[in-house]
């Protein structure tokens, strides 16, 4: 990694050099605060060189996100073709990751029509209701047993979002075979790989040779063992009761678009299944984390939440989802965290189509674009008290998260933008509204709220959150 500019076109060719960012993996992870600072250096449009071949545009301001995402959407609809994701999800056949076009508008359709769709996110109530009790029960449990011993929160959101998501998607957990768990978190982790082959062709035998592809292969060849049991099982209809699943929802399609001739590919509905797992699990748990992080240092603000909640909860019961309308604090304190820690602090990286012009400068076909909503959030132009946790700003306030307010894009925008919106402010809402709703929260005597990061496709904290939990 040599070299970054922002050079008008046509101006004298005289890009600041900068030193050399650690070694290529670590752009792919901790990599929005790199960047940020590069881009208070060098301004909200950078061009990222990698030996001088695959050029990477780096957007860090709310207008030329606005620039990429809407003026221009339809240019900037591509996703970068990357070999590791190609090799985990069956050549990019899911949605997330698939080239723009027509296969993507179908699998997309497909998404947002069957499995995100308000209705089919509202029939999983049942499911996200059964799985916070459970959270709760257990923080009960353990403070039955032990009242002053610190319960692990990141553990247990963990947990929460993975039974969702498994319930949801497939019918049931597997969360207690420990094996798919460790396995989803083994795929996602390769999904961040930086892999440096896709931006130096002629390195491509890098990852070949030092074991890295061989290892990817391995997982997704485990992966999909995994996922095609669990097809075959709804196939042979051996599971029993409950609500329609997704992999039920996607058979179903499959049969009448095979009866109308138009049949979906098996690897397809895999891929769709892998990408539900992927993308709704560590994002969503990362939301709970980082507000209950956030709340635990800020208790003022927590007792005001704690007021609200409790206010309309009905005498300590749990708290289900049709409360959750009238808990406007709560939707700010998620807000704020979504503001301060999105979970993608970069988003999931686009492609330009062809040659245009971003803000007078030249871009040419097949320059990937990075879009730094963690900088965008913390813009002190746009934000008053930027780096502060204050939900007060989204009382009044009429700036949303579903990409339409540039300078507030966690999911990003457009067509490519995040179809999941509901179905995770639907877990995080209920989640966070039963925590702090049930217990009172403080930090294990000693101890220090540690606010670090760590690396990943997702940012999570980089030690689990502790708290000593005390029921209301
Ligand atoms: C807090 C939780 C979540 C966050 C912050 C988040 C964020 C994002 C972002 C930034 C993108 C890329 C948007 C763009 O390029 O403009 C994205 C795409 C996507 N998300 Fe989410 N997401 C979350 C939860 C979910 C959930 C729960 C699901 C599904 C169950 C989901 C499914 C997807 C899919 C399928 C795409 C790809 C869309 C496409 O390329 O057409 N996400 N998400």
């Not at 994002?283 to 635990?296: D, F, G, K, Q, R």
């Not at 959030?377 to 939900?391: I, N, S």
């Not at 457009?414 to 179809?419: Q, T």
């Not at 809402?429 to 217990?439: D, I, K, R, Y």
Request: charged letters at 25%; aromatic letters at 8%; glycine letters at 6%.
């Amino acid at each position: 990694l040599k070299r970054l500019s922002t050079t008008p076109p046509h101006s004298p060719p005289s890009p600041p050099r900068l030193p050399i960012i650690g070694n290529l993996h670590q752009l792919g992870l901790l990599a929005h605060h790199a960047l940020h600072s590069l881009s208070l250096k060098h301004g909200p449009l950078m061009l990222l060189r990698f030996g001088n071949k695959k050029p990477v545009l780096v957007v860090s301001s709310a207008a030329a996100a606005r620039e990429i995402m809407k003026t221009q959407e339809l240019v900037f609809s591509n996703r970068p073709r990357s070999t590791i994701v190609s090799k985990l999800l069956y050549g990019s056949r899911d949605v997330g990751f698939s080239p723009y076009g027509e296969y993507w508008r179908q699998i997309r359709s497909l998404c947002v029509v069957h499995l995100l769709s308000n209705k089919r996110v509202l029939s999983f109530r049942a499911v996200r209701e059964e799985e916070t009790t459970l959270m709760i029960d257990k923080i009960k449990q353990s403070y039955s047993s032990s009242p002053s011993l610190a319960v692990n929160l990141t553990e247990l959101f963990k947990s929460l979002t993975n039974d969702v998501v498994c319930r949801v998607a497939s019918g049931r957990k597997y969360g207690k075979e420990g094996r798919f768990k460790k396995l989803l978190g083994e795929f996602v982790d390769y999904l961040g790989y930086f892999d440096v082959g896709d931006y130096i062709p002629w390195l491509w035998w890098v990852n070949k040779i030092n074991g890295l592809y061989g290892r990817v292969e391995r997982v997704a060849k485990e992966v999909d063992d995994f996922i095609e049991s669990v097809v075959e099982e709804h196939e042979r209809g051996e599971r029993k009761g409950g609500h329609e699943d997704f992999v039920d929802v996607l058979l179903q399609v499959q049969r009448e678009n095979v009866a109308s001739g138009s049949p979906i590919h098996r690897e397809s509905i895999k891929a769709l299944i892998l990408d539900m797992f992927a993308a709704g699990t560590d994002t969503t748990a990362s939301v709970i984390e980082w507000a209950m992080a956030e709340l635990l240092g800020h208790p003022l603000i927590l007792k005001k939440l704690q007021s609200e909640v409790r206010e309309i909860a009905e005498a300590k019961r749990a708290i289900t989802e049709d409360k959750l309308e009238k808990m406007p604090y709560l939707k700010a304190v998620i807000k704020e965290t979504l503001r301060l820690h999105p979970p993608g602090p970069l988003l999931i990286p686009r492609e330009s189509m062809r040659d245009t012009q971003v803000m007078g400068y030249d871009i040419a076909a097949r320059t990937q674009v990075v879009t730094n909503a963690w900088t965008i959030g913390r813009d002190p132009t746009l934000w008053a008290r930027p780096d502060e946790f204050w939900p007060e700003r989204f009382m009044d306030s009429l700036v949303d998260f579903r990409g339409h307010d540039f300078e507030f894009i966690p999911f990003g925008a457009g067509r490519r933008g995040c179809p999941g919106i509901q179905f995770a402010m639907s877990v995080d809402e209920l989640a966070l509204a039963n925590l702090v709703g049930h217990f009172d929260f403080s930090l294990p005597v000693g101890e220090e709220l540690d606010m670090s990061e760590a690396p990943g496709l997702t940012v999570r904290k980089r030690t689990a959150l502790l708290a000593v939990v005390t029921p209301w």
